[in-house]
Structures are given as C-alpha cells and as structure tokens.
C-alpha cells in the first residue's frame, strides 16, 4: 500500500512539472500546488502576484488556468481520467480541485509534446505571414466558458488599432514609477541571478548581454521609457502575421482560468503548427484603454485580456522554472 501510495505522489508530482511549464506575467510563476487524495489542488501565490501591473490578479488567474490545461493534457500521458472544478475559498481566493482517477485505457493528447516546446518569444518576427487555413485552425479550437478569439492580420484596420493602443498605454505605464519598479524587481541580468531565481524576466528573455545586477538596473532605468518601449515594440509587432485577442464576457475569476485554460490550448496548438509568440498586453492593464477596445473593436462589447502577437521567427532561450518541491505545499 504504501509503496502504490509513493507512486502515485511521484506521479502526480511528474503531472505538476508539466503544468509549471504554463506562461505567466513576469514569468513570476504565481501558483502553488497541494497532493490530495483526491489529486491535486491549484492555488494562487499571492506573494507573486504583481500589484501594480495586475491588481485585479485578472492575469494570475489567467496563468492559473494555463497550469491546468497542462496538468489535464499531461494526465493523458499517466492514465488518469481528469475532472476540475474552481472554488471560492473563505479568504475569497479562488482555487482549482482537480481529480485524478486512473483510467483503464491510455489516450496520448495530440499537444502533449508542446507543453516543453511552448516558449514566450520577444524576438524581431520574419515578417512571414500565416495562411489563412492555419489561422482558421486556431480559431477552432474547443474554448472553455465564453471566451473569445479574434484575429487581426497585419495592417489590417483593426492591427493597427490595437498597436496605437499599445503606443498609448506605453505612455501612460512608463509614468507610473511603481510599475516600473516592479518591473525592474523581475528582471534577471545575468547568469547568477537567473540560476538562483528560477523565475523572473531572464537577460537571455530580453536578449540583453549578462551583467551585473546593479549596472543593469542602472540601464534598464534610461531604457524604460515611453519612446524607447514603443519604438522596439512596433518593430516587433510589425514583424509579426496577427495580433490575436483573447476577450471574456464577464470580468470575474472563474472567467479569467476558463480563459487561461483556452489560451494554453492556442499556445501549444500553435507551437505545434510551428509558430511563435509574445505578449503584448499593456493596453488590457488600463482600464480606460480597455474600455475604448470595447467600443472600436469587433469583438461584440467583451472585455479584451489577452493581447498576443504571433508569427514564425527562430526559437530562443526558455525561461527558468522553479523545483516542483518550491512550489508544493
């Protein structure tokens, strides 16, 4: 008994270096995890939530639900059946539940290989566009809850729409000092801080030479600013096949994990397909910009909250991950 009881954690264990692969902001990595009998719980981690950038936690949750779809695919792999349901704690968090139960049969999940393959990629895109077919493949994918998909082809109307966004909310970020403060706290400028972290926006991410920490908070502070931001953002967007937005109807958490589910689902279909991808999310961070996005774009009045570029570029360096014994509990 006890020896089938170690198995089975060690198992379960294997499910949740899979789901830590998920994207997170900052790559701040902000969940915990708990083996039950049951199987395992997701918890949000607080204590890595990003406060000025995320104060609702819209995009933690967001992660938290990208986690799971890991965790699900990769139950696949270990014969277990999976079912989850999200549930409001008495500190009014919300956590995922999640039963494993071994199944008879093995079923390999077509995705299953992305989830070590699927990267966060901020590099000059080659500029390639992504044919129609494909991009009718993403949109099709089964989504979770009422999330919505909408993708905008390179200079398109509505393309360009959204990189003015981005050039706005450039401005109104890089103003706020604590923004930039906790985005500096999240960078990683060299090998030795990358190594010890294990999470964290690393100089390899940045594509910036290694140096250390104080020399480059130093530059990053005159690099951090509206003009500097934009103009190495539209080379990047304008690289890139589409911008695609992910949009919810409601604005709540339970919302924001069946998104994060949908979104892992794009990711790693679409690091099947080949191609690349990188966030460009500032304009679902304020709140007035995302009210504009509301009114001008076509995606029926929905809360935009997800900003992606995507494209097909060379691959780059992945980002660290904390040891699954960090982040059990």
């Not at 460009?280 to 029926?300: A, T």
Request: proline share 4%; with cysteine.
């Amino acid at each position: 008994m006890e020896k089938e009881k170690s198995s089975r954690i060690n198992e379960l264990k294997h499910l949740i270096y899979f789901a830590v692969k998920a994207p997170s902001g900052h790559n701040t990595q902000p969940w915990k995890f708990k083996v039950t009998e049951e199987g395992i719980e997701i918890h949000p981690d607080l204590d890595r939530a990003l406060p000025a950038t995320d104060p609702l936690n819209r995009e933690l949750y967001i992660s938290l639900g990208c986690a799971l779809e890991n965790l699900v695919i990769a139950a696949h792999e270990f014969n277990y059946e999976v079912a989850y349901r999200i549930v409001q704690t008495y500190n009014n968090t919300f956590i995922i539940k999640v039963a494993l139960t071994s199944s008879g049969s093995v079923s390999i999940h077509e995705l299953f290989s992305s989830i070590e393959l699927r990267q966060t990629n901020r590099s000059v895109y080659d500029k390639v566009h992504i044919a129609p077919e494909n991009i009718k493949t993403l949109l099709s994918i089964r989504r979770e809850g009422n999330t919505g998909i909408h993708a905008f082809r390179r200079s398109n109307e509505h393309f360009e729409m959204i990189t003015d966004f981005l050039a706005r909310a450039n401005s109104i970020r890089m103003q706020d000092p604590e923004y930039k403060k906790e985005l500096l706290d999240w960078m990683r400028f060299n090998p030795k801080d990358t190594s010890e972290s294990k999470d964290g926006l690393s100089y390899k991410a940045m594509g910036t030479p290694p140096m250390p920490e104080f020399m480059g908070k130093s530059l990053a502070k005159g690099f951090i600013n509206a003009h500097r931001q934009t103009v190495a953002d539209m080379e990047k967007i304008n690289s890139s096949s589409h911008i695609i937005l992910f949009s919810t109807q409601e604005q709540n958490e339970k919302a924001w994990i069946l998104l994060g589910v949908t979104l892992e689902r794009f990711l790693l279909l679409s690091t099947k397909m080949g191609m690349a991808h990188a966030y460009i999310n500032l304009p679902c961070e304020v709140d007035r910009l995302v009210e504009e996005m509301r009114d001008v774009l076509p995606i029926d009045k929905e809360y935009p909250n997800i900003l992606l570029r995507i494209g097909y570029a060379d691959r780059v360096s992945f980002s660290k991950r904390k040891d699954i014994e960090d982040v059990i509990f």
